[in-house]
């Protein structure tokens, strides 16, 4: 449904994104994720048609995103970061006003607008001025906008930026109900975005592309993240020795901790892929006659390889899912 392929854009001698290339398919929620800076919003608004690639092309629905962009328009809604909303006018006006501009027919009007309003769960506001809405309400109101004409793709540039937590909440459920019958890209640098409303995501650094897949397989390739953290008495080096030669442990390291008693060190063991060495690791310190006092597992998440990733540019390749 969106494909883009070798996408750059350079602001003067600034590269924005750099060769950029990745799909969308239909029904899909796909989360670009980066950090500041990494050319999110650059890319959501080429694709939105409100910004011309330096090079490469991005495709919606078939349609040329600069060569076809009216048909593209008719297509996709876009929440920019700061969507343009009108203070004085309800809710209700507002989202007419934009359906008219979208091409929606006058006869359909109503019923896309009382569609949206009541995806988008605002019945209790559409006569209300939208500069006496709440940020959360008001980013409703941007996401209902976007959905008015009933558009088969929807862009979504940070759409949780500046919400309180109870909002981010809503506006995720939101995001997720519109999947059912749309293809969703959205742009956020906030991690538990991704794993709570993305069935797969594209994560960016610098411009570039570094790993696209769904989350649980990023978590599950990088499985140096997961383990277990063991405190036992001994001395570090000779747990160390011993663990090391376990079958299943690939690294055993210490874990700098204040506030443990004499004697007591707490232990990191990062396991092979698909090992669970946990069962030997515990007798083994338990035959040696050393104290065990904790032992709990530890898992890869996201944000392990969002940082391996965006600050070890050499991980890249083993971690980019086959056949995206
Ligand atoms: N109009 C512009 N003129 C010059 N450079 C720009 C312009 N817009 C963006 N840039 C630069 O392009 C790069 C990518 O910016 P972009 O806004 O796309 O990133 P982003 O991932 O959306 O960041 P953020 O999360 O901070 O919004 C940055 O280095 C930025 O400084």
Do not use: W
Not at 101 to 106: A, E, P, Q, S
Not at 123 to 140: A, D, N, P, T
Not at 182 to 197: D, K, Y
Not at 238 to 255: C, F, H, N, R, Y
């Amino acid at each position: 449904m969106i494909e883009v392929e070798h996408l750059s854009k350079t602001y003067g001698s600034t590269p924005a994104i750099q060769d950029l290339t990745f799909s969308v398919a239909p029904g899909e929620i796909l989360g670009f994720l980066g950090p500041n800076g990494a050319g999110k919003t650059t890319t959501m608004r080429i694709l939105a048609g409100y910004l011309p690639a330096s090079s490469g092309t991005a495709r919606i629905a078939g349609y040329d995103v600069h060569e076809d962009s009216m048909a593209v328009r008719r297509r996709i809604g876009y929440l920019p970061e700061n969507p343009p909303l009108y203070p004085e006018m309800t809710v209700e006006e507002f989202l007419k006003f934009v359906a008219g501009i979208k091409g929606v027919r006058r006869r359909d009007r109503t019923t896309k607008v009382n569609s949206a309003i009541e995806r988008c769960n605002l019945l209790e506001k559409r006569h209300v001025l939208i500069r006496k809405l709440s940020k959360g309400f008001r980013q409703r109101v941007g996401i209902a906008q976007a959905i008015v004409h009933d558009p088969p793709v929807i862009i979504l540039d940070e759409p949780t930026v500046g919400l309180d937590p109870r909002q981010i909440i809503e506006v995720r459920q939101l995001i997720k109900s519109l999947a059912s019958d749309h293809t969703i890209i959205l742009s956020t640098h906030i991690l538990p975005e991704v794993s709570m409303t993305c069935s797969r995501v594209t994560i960016i650094n610098k411009g570039q592309v570094v790993a696209t897949n769904t989350p649980d397989n990023l978590m599950a390739q990088l499985t140096g993240g997961s383990g277990y953290e063991i405190e036992v008495d001994g001395e570090p080096l000779a747990l160390q020795k011993m663990l090391t030669v376990l079958p299943g442990v690939s690294v055993v390291e210490l874990v700098p901790a204040k506030d443990l008693p004499e004697n007591r060190c707490l232990i990191r063991v990062i396991t092979q892929p698909g090992a669970e060495p946990g069962r030997d690791i515990a007798s083994l310190i338990i035959k040696a006659g050393l104290g065990l006092y904790e032992m709990r597992r530890t898992f890869a998440s996201l944000e392990d390889v969002f940082l391996k990733l965006t600050l070890e540019d050499k991980a890249v390749q083993s971690l980019n899912g086959e056949g995206f």
